[in-house]
C-alpha cells in the first residue's frame, strides 16, 4: 500500500449541524468530529458542498474549519474546502486555512462560469501563489465533479497542473468517466494521490490504483467506510467487496435527493444527529423519499 501524501484512506465531507432555527451548532460539530475520529477515519473535509458551504457566512466558514482543526489536535489531518467559483474568494479561503492550522484545501473546479483549462490553470494557480507568499503552500486536491460545477476537466489538464502548480497533490475525482480515471491512474507521478469523488465507485477504483474515498456515506457510517477502504487498499477485496455490496444502497440512496438532504435526514434517524435542518435553498426531503431512505438503512442494517 503506497502512501501518497497526507491524504490517502478515508475522508469524510462533513456535513454541517444547524439547530432548528438555521444556526450553526457547534457543540453538535465539535461531538460528530470526535465521533468521526473514533470511528476510524484518516482525514476530515469540512466545508464541501456535503457542508453546505455555498449557505454559509464567511464567519461560520472560518468557525467550521476552526472547530474542526482544534478538535482534531493533530489526531488526523484536515483538508479544509477552500472552494469557490471567484478567484478571489478561493484565494481568501486558502489563507484562511493556513491561519486556522489545516492541512490542506480542497478546490473545486469553479463552477456556472465553466472556465478553459487556462482559467483553471489561473484559478489553482492563483491560490498556489498566494499561499507561497503567506510562506506556506498547504498540499492541494483537485476537485472534479462536473455533474455539479457543469464543467469536466480532463486527464490532460489535471495532469499538466499537477506539473506546472506547486502544492497540487492530488485529485478528488467524481466524473464518473472510468477513461478518464484510468488515464490519470495510468500516467501519474508516483506522488500524486487520486481519490474517489464517489462513494459507488470507489471499490473499483481503488482496484486500479486509487488511493483512497472523500466520502458522503462515512457522515452516516464511517467504522463501515473505512473498513472498506482499508481492506481495498490492502489487497482483500474478498472482504472489501462484502462491504461494498451490503452498504451500496446506502451509497446510492444518499442521492435520491440532492446532497446532503439525505445524508442528513438519515443520520438523524441513526441518532447521530438531533436535527436534520438544512439551509435554503435546499430543501426537506419528500414524505415518500423519507421511507425509501429508512427502508435502505434497515436494509444496509445500521438504523
Partial sequence: MKQRGTFTGLGTALVTPFRADGSFDEPAFEKFVEWQIEQGVNFLVPCGTTGENPALTPGEHRRVVEICVKRSSGRVPVLAGAGSNSTE?????????????????????????????????????AQSEAMDKRGK???????NVPGRTGINMTAQTTLAMRKEIPGIAAVKEA??????????????????????????????????GADGLISVASNEIPHLMSAMVRLAREGDFEKARTVHERVLPLMIGNFIES?????????????????????????????????????????????
Avoid at 92 to 111: C, F, N, R, V
Avoid at 186 to 197: E, H, N, P, Q
Avoid at 270 to 286: C, K, Q, Y
Avoid at 287 to 300: D, G, S, Y
Fill in 89 to 125: 474568494k478561493a484565494v481568501e479561503l486558502a489563507l484562511t486555512a493556513i491561519d486556522l492550522g489545516a492541512d490542506g484545501i480542497l478546490t473545486i473546479t469553479p463552477y456556472y462560469n465553466k472556465p478553459t483549462p487556462d482559467g483553471l490553470r489561473r484559478h489553482f494557480g
Fill in 137 to 143: 503552500v498547504l498540499p492541494m486536491v483537485m476537485y
Fill in 175 to 208: 466524473s464518473g468517466n472510468m477513461e478518464q480515471i484510468l488515464t490519470i491512474l495510468r500516467d501519474r507521478d508516483d506522488d500524486f494521490a487520486v481519490l474517489s469523488g464517489d462513494d459507488a465507485w470507489t471499490l473499483p477504483m481503488i482496484a486500479a
Fill in 259 to 303: 446532497n446532503p438532504i439525505p445524508a442528513k435526514t438519515a443520520m438523524k434517524m441513526m441518532g447521530i444527529l438531533e436535527s436534520d435542518t438544512l439551509r435554503s435553498p435546499l430543501a426537506p426531503i419528500s414524505e415518500a423519499n423519507r421511507k425509501k431512505l429508512e427502508q435502505i438503512l434497515r436494509e444496509c442494517g445500521v438504523l
